[in-house]
T-cell receptor, first 114, second 114 residues
Framework: DTEVTQTPKHLVMGMTNKKSLKCEQH?????MYWYKQKAKKPPELMFV???????INESVPSRFSPECPNSSLLNLHLHALQPEDSALYLC?????????????FGQGTRLTVV | AQSVTQPDIHITVSEGASLELRCNYS??????LFWYVQSPGQGLQLLLK??????LVQGIKGFEAEFKRSQSSFNLRKPSVHWSDAAEYFC????????????FGRGTQLTVWP
């Protein structure tokens, strides 16, 4: 199984809502990532978890709150978002500390903030 | 600091023609290099990767890339393009032990004429 599964595929939320994005992998990877991708732009790293601990936060606003409850799951909790946060949110996973490997990406969640 | 440059924003080729997408990187050590492809609204699919060894790497869908250290380049090639190859192509460099921490170029949009 080389899949990273993201749910939901599409999400529309108001600026006062609270919602969560979910990401799951069963490849035994111990590093997981959240990326944000605006239209016509490359993905930009938001967070990195290594062995279920947050290792990198790329100065992301606190209205985005990541969580890694176990080695297979990664969540992104959303609260009080702005319309400019509308984007494709991609989750990825990879091995840690090993060469000759790569990151596997999910299909993304298309988020629209209204 | 690491960076990736894809000088061509948009390339148009005829079906059956050859293709070369350019990528230059800046990184102080030996980089891990990747090419990903993305169809509209989808996640990223890995085409090929370079870690070490043979500088000509083969990937999926008939793609290949050549690592040239002297030119800091990792250009993607395909001898005969198919209409289904139309997509956005991203070159990326990975660093450190978490290889999903990727720095992407801005992408090259490929259009294929029938």
């Amino acid at each position: 199984d080389t899949e990273v599964t993201q749910t939901p595929k599409h999400l529309v939320m108001g600026m006062t809502n609270k919602k969560s994005l979910k990401c799951e992998q069963h490849m035994g990877h111990r590093a997981m990532y959240w990326y944000k991708q605006k239209a016509k732009k490359p993905p930009e790293l938001m967070f990195v978890y290594s062995y279920e601990k947050l290792s990198i936060n790329e100065s992301v606003p606190s209205r985005f709150s990541p969580e890694c409850p176990n080695s297979s799951l990664l969540n992104l909790h959303l609260h009080a978002l702005q319309p400019e946060d509308s984007a494709l949110y991609l989750c990825a996973s990879s091995q840690v500390g090993q060469g000759d490997t790569e990151a596997f990406f999910g299909q993304g969640t298309r988020l629209t903030v209204v | 600091a690491q960076s990736v440059t894809q000088p061509d924003i948009h390339i148009t080729v005829s079906e059956g023609a050859s293709l070369e997408l350019r990528c230059n990187y800046s990184y102080g050590a030996t980089p891990y290099l990747f090419w990903y492809v993305q169809s509209p609204g989808q996640g990223l699919q890995l085409l090929l990767k370079y870690f070490s060894g043979d500088t000509l790497v083969q990937g999926i869908k008939g793609f290949e890339a050549e690592f040239k250290r002297s030119q800091s380049s990792f250009n993607l090639r395909k001898p005969s393009v198919h209409w289904s190859d139309a997509a956005e192509y991203f070159c990326a460099v990975g660093t450190g032990s978490t290889l999903g921490r990727l720095y992407f170029g801005r992408g090259t949009q490929l259009t294929v004429w029938p």
